[in-house]
């Protein structure tokens, strides 16, 4: 007797062929994504290991009473270890800004199942080597230096090949909310990259880098099977990109997301039963064409002030909080991923908000104005209590990943499918890589002022973090005063202005 087909897969039949091979991209670039964070995320709980507080180990089983850092990991036993921790973030975040920028025009030009995965092996190779210097006993810092070079340049394969896939599925309309609820893999995987890096920081820290690294190999295995890159290529419809002028009908009315798309003056019936023919591919967008695109040149500017914050938190949150709140190095790493809780609530709260109003910009600008005074609370009284600290540290992470996230996703798949674009889907990957590029920028200068700044007092470093906040919020000025003529002119229009 054969048993009745599984729930799970009639549910799966029941779904519309589109809908099903968008969940299968929607999936597949969450779980790649997660596994790029997860394997950065290491080397900020491992910090406090490779330099801890010997003292309350107990005395020195070496009998040598003027050695006070004897438990600590050369080289980084020395009394300038935060630049040595400073140059091990830079290492990386330098190279993965440089490569972005050069990462875009590859992914353009290659298919990117091959490149996604490609990234993904390689950086697990790197990942595992950077941990591995434990197990083989190395104390030396160019091995280390080198590691993080080298991972910085193949992760950079990543996220222009993401964005580029899940833009290529979905079109403007639910971007926002539908990408700010899958751009929480950043934030999942710092989570996870805590505590599976913490599980092991006390014992052998080295794997709190080899086990990560096979797991995003293992993911990019996965993903060179089962990607699929565009809708055309498993005979399902593109999406439409941006909306028609008001002389043109909705989109939405015009076509529904599961049947083929109209073209403007033609009916749905006729396009269907004209034979496909197929369409010259189109060229890749240049890197001066991507940056004439409006407002790619504003909101690249405003993320490498925002990443900056972002990426300080996350090199810095939990050497913070072993100092200033002194508890253990894993405690201190379970408490840091509520900052990414807080990014998902905040990368959904944006995208959301940015969907309902049209206004990408402003939503960015009302965070950032909201997050300095927050950073400058979290300083001072964050550490009050665990209560207080669990809020702040929420608050914080919504109010400072939000608009990275908003940028990074909606804004960036936006921008790569702009109507100035004529339809041409070829930019997505290159304006992803100058957006995400430049903020690398700033991803790498906050560790690096962190470090320099740290030693003069951490209320510095907060001075640093908001003063970013601030100029990421000026440099989209001219792009929410737009925004805010658009909704002014429809409302000037009903009142007979």
């Given at each position: 007797m054969r048993a009745a087909l599984a729930p799970g897969v009639r549910l799966l039949r029941a779904l519309p062929r589109d809908?099903?091979?968008?969940?299968?991209?929607?999936?597949?670039?969450?779980?790649?994504y997660t596994s790029y964070h997860l394997s950065r995320k290491p080397i900020s709980i491992v910090k406090s290991q490779l330099h801890p507080n010997c003292s309350t180990l107990g005395?020195?089983?070496?009998?040598?009473?003027?050695?006070?850092n004897w438990c600590s990991w050369a080289p980084f036993d020395g009394d300038n270890y935060k630049e040595l921790f400073g140059a091990l973030d830079n290492a990386f975040l330098v190279a993965y800004?440089?490569?972005?920028?050069?990462?875009?025009?590859?992914?353009?030009?290659?298919?990117?199942?091959?490149?996604?995965s490609g990234g993904m092996v390689l950086s697990g190779l790197f990942t595992a080597l950077f941990?591995?210097?434990?197990f083989w006993d190395i104390h030396v810092l160019w091995y280390f230096i080198v590691v993080q070079v080298c991972n910085g340049l193949v992760q950079t394969t990543g996220w222009p090949a993401v964005v580029?896939?899940?833009?290529?599925?979905?079109?403007?309309?639910?971007?926002?909310?539908?990408?700010?609820?899958?751009n929480s893999h950043t934030s999942v995987g710092n989570i996870l990259g805590s505590l599976i890096a913490g599980a092991w920081v006390s014992s052998a820290w080295g794997l709190s880098f080899v086990v990560p690294g096979i797991i995003i190999i293992a993911v990019g295995i996965i993903c060179f099977f089962f990607l699929v890159e565009y809708p055309e290529d498993v005979d399902c419809s593109p999406p439409l990109h941006h909306v028609m002028t008001t002389s043109e009908k909705d989109p939405e009315a015009v076509t529904s997301n599961e049947g083929p798309l109209s073209l403007p003056g033609q009916s749905s019936v006729d396009h269907s039963n004209?034979?496909?023919?197929?369409?010259?591919?189109?060229?890749?967008?240049?890197?001066?064409?991507?940056?004439?695109?409006?407002?790619?040149?504003e909101f690249s500017l405003c993320l490498l002030f925002a990443k900056l914050v972002s990426y300080t938190f996350l090199y810095w949150l939990p050497l913070y909080?072993?100092?200033?709140?002194?508890?253990?190095?894993?405690?201190?790493?379970d408490l840091s991923t509520l900052f990414d809780v807080g990014g998902i609530l905040g990368g959904i709260f944006a995208g959301l908000i940015s969907d309902y109003t049209g206004g990408r910009a402003t939503t960015c600008c009302v965070m950032l104005v909201v997050a300095a005074p927050m950073l400058f609370l979290y300083?001072?009284?964050?550490?009050?209590?665990?209560?207080?600290?669990?809020?702040?540290?929420?608050?914080?992470?919504?109010?400072?990943?939000?608009?990275?996230a908003l940028i990074t996703t909606a804004v960036s798949a936006d921008l790569g499918t702009h109507e100035s674009l004529k339809g041409n889907a070829k930019a997505l990957s290159t304006v992803t890589a100058i957006i995400d590029g430049t903020g690398s920028v700033g991803a790498a200068l906050g560790p690096l002022l962190a470090g320099l700044i740290s030693p003069t007092g951490w209320n510095n470093v907060f001075y640093m973090l908001i003063a970013a906040d601030v100029l990421a919020c000026l440099l989209l000025a001219r792009v929410v005063v737009k925004e805010a003529r658009g909704w002014c002119g429809p409302m000037a229009r009903q009142r007979g202005y």
């Open positions: 809908s099903r091979y968008r969940g299968l991209t929607l999936v597949l670039t969450f779980l790649s005395p020195n089983p070496h009998n040598d009473s003027n050695n006070t800004a440089i490569g972005m920028f050069i990462s875009g025009i590859f992914g353009e030009r290659l298919p990117l199942r091959y490149y996604l941990g591995l210097g434990y580029a896939c899940v833009g290529n599925w979905f079109g403007k309309g639910k971007r926002g909310l539908i990408m700010g609820i899958w004209s034979p496909k023919e197929p369409a010259e591919e189109p060229e890749a967008i240049s890197f001066l064409g991507a940056l004439r695109i409006p407002g790619v040149v909080i072993v100092n200033v709140a002194h508890f253990g190095a894993k405690e201190a790493g300083n001072h009284v964050g550490q009050n209590g665990i209560g207080t600290s669990i809020a702040m540290l929420i608050i914080c992470g919504a109010l400072v990943n939000g608009p990275y």
